[in-house]
């Protein structure tokens, strides 16, 4: 079965950065399209961030591009979210998942507060 376990969430000041990582097991990681997504607090799941299966194609919500950056070690089977420059709005539970995937880990809670 899919398994995929997020990390490197918390609580940071505007301005700050942190950088998630996700660790998945249960399915062929290197040829599978792989993205970030998050649930703001009462708000349903949005797509973040989204990487081609070799890593050189990647996409961004716009309310993200420019701030954060996606990639992947497919030696390690692991996604990474480099965030920058948060803001309040990017408060939210990160999950990671392959794209069409319907198996969801727990996902991390990144909170952007002064």
């Known amino acids: 079965q899919e398994q995929f376990v997020e990390s490197g969430g918390g609580l940071v000041q505007p301005g700050g950065s942190l950088r998630l990582s996700c660790a998945t097991s249960g399915f062929v990681f290197s040829a599978n399209n792989m993205g970030w997504y998050r649930r703001p607090p009462g708000k349903e799941r949005e797509g973040v961030a989204f990487?081609?299966?070799?890593?050189?194609?990647?996409t961004y919500a716009d309310a993200v591009k420019g701030r954060f950056t996606i990639s992947r070690d497919n030696a390690k089977k692991t996604l990474y979210l480099q965030m920058n420059n948060l803001k309040s709005e990017d408060t939210a539970v990160y999950f990671c998942?392959?794209?069409?995937?319907?198996?969801w880990g727990q996902g991390t809670q990144v909170t952007v507060s002064s």
């Open positions: 990487i081609s299966s070799g890593g050189g194609t990647t």
């Open positions: 998942n392959r794209v069409g995937g319907t198996y």
